[in-house]
Structure formats: structure tokens, C-alpha cells
């Protein structure tokens, strides 16, 4: 019996890339305080101490540096990605995974965290500078340059994603026929 052609929810997408982002965060951190501790060691400038402290405090820092590269983190960002392009949307001929992602993304009114966009491309995917949040804060700000159009709602300008949506999406595109524009759904 095949799966059903359901995806993860807007809500859904965004607590997972939520938790990504902090893993991935936390893992900058702590190796920034690994590493000040090894520097903290090293400038004490006494033979005991650094002797008794030094490894320790090295291989911590190596191990953490080690985990804490993009490859540990790209695999649940592509498993992640690749599930709502295969599930949550339609091809379209000649339309690549990233631009399906990005339509997907587009039409959910889902902005990517800068962290979360640094994996997925580390893991092969290119999302559009539309679909990035500009302040992790902040996950309404527009991150690139854009223009109103005659109603007050912004288009982008130069984003891949938008092009096809500058009015109602078509049925079949992969953006849902219900709620009108996508466009008119992003704020400046």
C-alpha cells in the first residue's frame, strides 16, 4: 500500500527548521567556549596546570570542532527538504528540486533561517533570497529588494520563486487554488 501524498504543516516545517537552527546554533557556542576555556589554560602560563589541563581541554575542543561541521547537520536539513518537495508539491517539467522547494516555501509563507539556508546548501539545495528570513527574529522581514505593486503588496525583485505567482497560482501548480495570491501574503 503506497503513502499518502501528505506533508508536514507550515507549523510543522518551521518547529523542525526551528530546531535544526538551534542545534546547529548550540554546537557554534559551545565550541566558542571550548575554546576559550583552552585558551584560558594555555594563558595561565604555569607548568602544572597546563600539563593537568591542556589535553583535556584540546581533545574537547577537537571533538566538538569535529561534530560541529555542516555534514552532520545536512542530512536532517535535505531528509527535511526533500520530504516537502516529494510530498508537498507537483513537478512541473523542467523545474529543478531547489525551485519546487522554493515554490513550496513561497506558497506556505514559510521564511528559511540564515542557519538553516547555510545547511541546505551545504547540502545541495539553493533557496531563494525571498525564502530567507533577513533577521532570525524576525520571520516576516523581507530580506532582498522589493517593490509594491498597485494594491500595496510587495513583489520582489529578481526572486525565482515569485515569477510564476504574480497572480492567482494555477491548479496543479503546487501552490494551494484557496487564499488567494501568495504575493499578497508576504509583508515588506
Known amino acids: 500500500m503506497p503513502l499518502p501524498q501528505n506533508t508536514v504543516t507550515k507549523v510543522e516545517f518551521e518547529a523542525l527548521m526551528g530546531y535544526i537552527t538551534l542545534e546547529k546554533t548550540g554546537f557554534d557556542e559551545a565550541q566558542g567556549y571550548a575554546n576559550s576555556g583552552l585558551q584560558y589554560v594555555v594563558l595561565m602560563q604555569r607548568v602544572t596546570p597546563e600539563v593537568d589541563?591542556?589535553?583535556?581541554?584540546?581533545?574537547?575542543?577537537?571533538?566538538?570542532?569535529?561534530?560541529?561541521?555542516?555534514s552532520n547537520f545536512t542530512s536532517i536539513a535535505n531528509s527535511l527538504n526533500t520530504h516537502v518537495v516529494n510530498r508537498g508539491t507537483t513537478s512541473i517539467p523542467g523545474e529543478t528540486m531547489s525551485a519546487r522547494l522554493n515554490r513550496w516555501l513561497?506558497?506556505?509563507?514559510?521564511?528559511?533561517?540564515?542557519?538553516?539556508?547555510?545547511?541546505?546548501?551545504?547540502?545541495?539545495?539553493?533557496?531563494?533570497?525571498?525564502?530567507?528570513?533577513?533577521?532570525?527574529?524576525?520571520?516576516?522581514?523581507?530580506?532582498?529588494?522589493?517593490?509594491?505593486?498597485e494594491n500595496g503588496n510587495p513583489i520582489a525583485i529578481g526572486c525565482t520563486a515569485l515569477s510564476p505567482y504574480k497572480t492567482s497560482p494555477a491548479p496543479g501548480s503546487g501552490c494551494p487554488t484557496t487564499g488567494g495570491d501568495p504575493i499578497g501574503t508576504k509583508s515588506p
Open 53 to 70: 589541563l591542556v589535553t583535556p581541554h584540546a581533545a574537547h575542543y577537537l571533538n566538538l570542532e569535529t561534530q560541529n561541521n555542516y
Open 106 to 149: 513561497w506558497c506556505q509563507g514559510i521564511r528559511v533561517t540564515k542557519v538553516y539556508n547555510s545547511i541546505s546548501t551545504a547540502a545541495g539545495w539553493t533557496i531563494d533570497w525571498c525564502n530567507v528570513r533577513s533577521d532570525d527574529a524576525d520571520s516576516t522581514s523581507q530580506t532582498g529588494p522589493y517593490v509594491l505593486d
